[in-house]
């Protein structure tokens, strides 16, 4: 019974990994659409982050794939494959966050443009990414897998992360043409910067600690 609950959960978690990735992928082209018609520094950063988070997502696919198939005993080599694939996730939410940062401080337009794509992507982004976060924290519960883990802590990382662009997007939105606004949009780029690349590090001190 246990070895069949086992196998539905990694079943589960295969699934709940495509799934992430067929649901991150429009994301990135469509703000790449928006940042034609809208030239916000959260919108910006954003696209990047999601770009980065996508491929990430996709080695944390192939890898779990890789990993958990029938008949797959080489222990060492799994072991280094999910410590590889959540130091590359760790390095994703790093860079990520250091390239907003860049962005916030850098960017001189006080005109913002459109964000509507940004901004319905964002909000979209939460509902998602708070089911996802719920959902990979089960799984992990169910059957504990470092992947898993890191993922959990991924779409923790982008609930905030999609919350904060929400309420930056919105303000830039409702008063365009505010100096609140520009405010605002640097301040949410800068506090999302921030916490990304705190779980980055993070992710890659347990990802060592767990590898030693």
């Known amino acids: 019974m246990d070895v069949e609950k086992t196998t539905e959960t990694r079943k589960s978690g295969k699934r709940t990994l495509l799934l992430s990735v067929l ?4 994301g990135p082209l469509i703000i790449g659409l928006g940042l034609t018609v809208g030239r ?11 770009s980065a988070e996508l491929l990430a997502i996709i080695c944390a696919y192939v890898v779990y794939c890789i990993t958990n198939r029938d008949g797959h005993e080489d222990l060492q080599l799994k072991a280094r494959l999910e410590h590889m694939t959540n130091l590359f996730v760790g390095g994703v939410m790093c860079l990520s966050g250091t390239v907003m940062l860049v962005l916030a401080f850098t960017s001189e ?3 913002k443009g459109n964000v509507i794509p940004g901004l319905t992507i964002a909000l979209l982004g939460v509902i ?10 089960k799984l ?28 930056a997007l919105a303000a830039v939105a409702l008063f365009p043409a505010s100096a609140a606004a520009v405010w605002l949009d640097m301040a949410g780029t800068a506090v999302v910067a921030v916490y990304l690349v705190y779980c980055g590090i993070k992710t890659i001190r347990e990802s060592k600690t767990l590898n030693a």
């Open 23 to 26: 649901m991150s992928a429009p």
């Open 40 to 50: 916000s520094t959260t919108q910006m950063a954003d696209f990047f982050r999601r």
């Open 109 to 111: 337009e006080t005109e």
């Open 128 to 137: 998602a990414n708070t089911l996802f976060w719920r959902k990979y924290t």
């Open 140 to 167: 992990n519960r169910q059957n504990p897998n470092p992947i898993l883990a890191v993922q959990a802590r991924l779409y923790r990382a982008k609930s905030l992360v999609d919350g904060c662009v929400t309420i």
